[in-house]
């Protein structure tokens, strides 16, 4: 059963398992892809059939392609080599950079001055909401660390998810204060909507 989506490590393991990165596997790829220049009419059956003949010159069959997962993941979610790309960091001058903060600062400030002004308040405050990003942040962190460690195959460093196994991410103790957290700020939303309604004031703002 593979994820509702697809992630860079699912795709790695399963190019991995199927050989591309072995020396023969590289000079396959190489000599197949290298010529390819995708254009703005380029589809995706003509990305697939390209990925086909990529396996079966890795020696894989259409059965092989047919009944093995990971074949077929790499046939269904593989985009392809971007050979024809250069992907370099982008480089900034320090004063852009300086520029950039100095911007983003003033941004802030000026959301903190409004957020200080409204009246009425909004029913969860702007430090609960952050609270509430960075007890995610902490689980997020937590998932991963753990999917990290998890290999499938004698060639290890994958991170697909079964459904049994994507469960245990709700286990965690991290999950579970996050969960206590937004199920408390939910009470103070419907408690604030219940004042309103008995006020006939809004008593808060979103």
């Not at 998890?150 to 969960?179: A, H, N, V, W």
Request: glycine share 4%; net charge positive; charged share 30%.
């Amino acid at each position: 059963m593979w994820p509702p989506y697809e992630t860079p490590d699912c795709i790695n393991h399963a190019l991995l398992e199927a050989g591309t990165k072995s020396p023969n596997g590289l000079s396959v790829i190489a000599n197949l892809w290298r010529k390819f220049k995708p254009q703005l009419e380029t589809d995706r059956k003509e990305l697939r059939e390209l990925i086909v003949e990529t396996l079966k010159q890795l020696g894989k069959s259409k059965a092989d392609i047919k009944d093995q997962p990971d074949l077929s993941f790499i046939v269904s979610y593989w985009s392809f080599p971007l050979w024809s790309l250069t992907i370099k960091e982008p480089r900034r001058k320090p004063e852009d950079l300086k520029k950039l903060r100095e911007q983003r600062a003033r941004t802030i400030t000026r959301i903190e001055t409004i957020d200080e002004k409204r009246d009425p308040q909004p029913a969860i405050s702007r430090t609960k909401v952050e609270a509430l990003n960075n007890a995610y942040v902490v689980w997020r962190r937590e998932v991963d660390a753990r999917n990290a460690g998890r290999t499938l195959g004698k060639e290890g460093g994958m991170r697909i998810q079964f459904s049994s196994e994507l469960e245990k991410d709700f286990e965690l103790p991290s999950y579970t204060r996050l969960e206590k957290m937004f199920y408390n700020c939910f009470c103070l939303y419907l408690l604030a909507i219940q004042i309103a309604n008995q006020t006939g004031s809004p008593g808060f703002s979103t």
